[in-house]
């Protein structure tokens, strides 16, 4: 069996008028993420690292913020075309560790939802994937509640 393990990383301006979506579940908040798609940023972290670990580019190569397709896409959307970019090559997916970084709201009782779309889309089981949350200690950007940021890695394999 090969394995491969990628990294991804990815962040959002914060915004009045605009709805938070995290982990594909619209989480209430009177602040949203500021992007071309719904601005997932949990979403978008996990896409680029399973395109990472498949060797491939990054999530803008394959869902360009410059195309209108992908003007205001579900990021669930994303990750479904992103498994199947790893299927083509044979790969599929093994486990999904992820954290969340932002001030507020909280989000741990969105968790299981999250895990189970995710899970769901991917192809594994709940417990292959983990959310943590957590702040930054009110420094920064995240700090000053104008932005959210998410880290992944996942772990892909083949037969």
Known sequence: MKIRVGFGYDVHQLTENRELWLGGVQIPHDKGALGHSDADVLLHAICDALLGAAGKRDIGFYFPDTSSEFKNIDSKILLQRTIQVLKDDGWKVGNIDSTLCMERPKIMSFVPEMKKVISS????EEGDVSIKATTSEKMGFVGREE???AYAVALIQKD
Request: glycine share 14%; aromatic share 0%.
């Open 147 to 149: 932005g959210v940021n």
């Open 121 to 124: 889309i991917c192809e594994i």
